[in-house]
């Protein structure tokens, strides 16, 4: 078969310069040969458009003789399109600072060789991949290579400046969140990952998951509405839950809402992670593991179906002595598993009865135990496994950008400046100020004690929960 050759030629104008490529395209090649002359195409284009720009800036910077000119400079930097190299003058301002107009038009920073819209695209990439997978599949698609080491600064450049830009949006005055609802859900999770070069050799991530419902999509599937996540890492429990009624007040309107309905494995830090909402709380135990923990402990000696029904609609009290007499047969290891399971039980047996068994009324069922698939998707399938481990830094970096994947996409983030945050000086005395006490909307360690089945902690949890606030009491 006789071959058929081609030609492209792309001519590039832009005011009075004008500059034409020709590419050949080869029949046996023609998808491969397209896409290279497209590419040659943009990054000629670019690079002309450059020129212009340049040329202009340079005239109107004379036009004012307020600069002095002291040469050019060329400079490469990996765009969308692809390498552009180009050239642009230098002046010293009035202050004697060399200053480069034309990199500061476009956003570039000293020494910054990739531009702040690839920085983002290879963020967003290494959020669902590794460094490594990333660099290849960039470098594949774009014709352009990049190491893994490249994508890993590249990817805590963009976190900096996103853990910057949260920083800021917390220490300032923020306007109260828009969405409005009756019911407000809440759940917490932890996921452990490796750490390298560290003290320590794991840390825990903290996630919570805010939404307002849920809404079916398929049969058995369900979506949840408003569904709203945060992640952070190295941060104490007080500022884990200040960050929460942060997070949540810039986002919901928090006025509205009548409680919060609580998720949770039952640890402690996740009960009282969201104790500054400043609303009334019920907290309801995960079933997964309510369930998880029943069967690998009496599996063989009850009936869960029915065990669980009496659970969830009577309490832990219902099923209490048919735990204990099954435990009090049992021996060694299995024995010590149901008297884990069991001190499991009785530790958050105030939060295992449904919602609409407690007493409080028409409340309007809404299952939760959305937080286990959340967190998989969200931090555990990126952070975990296949040997990764991190450093604290490059977590909290690859952390903010999960956080904020959707802001990375938009153009406004590319062209958004580091923000500047001034350093509080350790040197300034300040004088203690004794805070103003406020009654609190918290919970109280004894109702999830042991000691919770006592006859007068009944009592006042019965009080506590007749108004859903502890307020009633001041």
């Not at 050239?87 to 200053?99: A, F, V």
């Not at 991949?129 to 450049?157: H, N, Q, W």
């Not at 100020?433 to 007068?456: D, G, Y």
Request: hydrophobic fraction near 40%; charge should be positive; proline fraction near 3%.
């Amino acid at each position: 078969m006789t071959s058929i050759d081609a030609s492209i030629i792309i001519t590039v104008k832009v005011a009075d310069i004008c500059e034409s490529h020709e590419t050949k395209i080869s029949f046996h090649t023609i998808e491969a040969d397209l896409n290279a002359a497209f590419q040659v195409g943009r990054r000629r284009s670019t690079a002309v458009l450059f020129d212009l720009l340049e040329s202009n800036l340079h005239a109107f910077i004379c036009s004012y003789k307020i600069w002095k000119n002291v040469g050019t400079d060329k400079r490469s930097v990996l765009m969308e399109a692809g390498t552009i190299t180009y050239r642009r003058h230098i002046y010293l301002d009035e202050r004697g600072n060399r200053r480069k107009p034309f990199d500061e038009l476009i956003g570039l920073q000293a020494y910054q060789r990739n531009s702040n819209k690839v920085e983002t695209m290879v963020a967003s990439l290494a959020t669902v991949s590794s460094f490594r997978d990333v660099a290849e599949l960039f470098s594949y698609v774009t014709k352009e290579y990049i190491s893994p080491s490249t994508v890993y600064r590249m990817t805590g450049r963009v976190g900096k400046k996103l853990r910057a830009i949260e920083q800021m949006e917390d220490e300032q005055n923020i306007e109260p969140g828009t969405i409005k609802t009756n019911r407000l859900m809440a759940e917490a999770d932890g996921v452990n990952i490796r750490l390298q070069g560290e003290a320590q050799k794991r840390a825990e991530v903290k996630v919570a998951v805010f939404y307002t419902g849920k809404t079916p999509i398929a049969l058995h599937r369900n979506r949840l509405l408003n569904k709203f996540m945060t992640c952070q890492l190295a941060m104490s429990n007080e500022a884990w839950q200040r960050h929460l009624s942060t997070f949540a007040d810039r986002t919901f309107k928090l006025s509205d809402v009548a409680f919060a309905q609580i998720g949770g494995d039952g640890a402690k830090w996740v009960r009282n992670s969201f104790e500054y909402l400043g609303v009334p709380m019920l907290h309801l135990l995960d079933r997964y593991h309510v369930i998880r923990s029943l069967r690998s402990a009496f599996a063989q000696h009850l009936d869960l179906k029915e065990t669980l029904a009496k659970l969830f609609s009577e309490g832990f009290t219902a099923v209490e002595a048919d735990l204990l007499e099954i435990i009090s047969n049992s021996k060694g290891a299995v024995r010590e598993q149901q008297i884990k399971c069991f001190d499991y039980l009785k530790s958050n047996q105030d939060a295992i009865t449904d919602l609409d068994k407690r007493g409080f009324g028409d409340l309007g069922f809404c299952s939760m135990g959305a937080m286990e698939v959340n967190v998989g998707k969200l931090i555990a399938k990126r952070m975990k496994g296949h040997g990764r481990s991190w450093s604290i830094q490059g977590a909290q970096n690859i952390l903010a950008v999960i956080r904020y994947k959707e802001l990375i996409k938009t153009e406004a983030f590319a062209r958004m400046p580091m923000p500047k945050i001034e350093p509080k000086s350790r040197w300034k005395y300040q004088r203690y100020k004794a805070p103003v006490w406020t009654p609190n909307l918290a919970s109280i360690p004894m109702l999830s004690s042991t000691h919770a089945t006592e006859p007068w902690v009944q009592l006042f949890k019965g009080k506590v929960n007749g108004s859903l606030s502890i307020n009633a009491f001041f």
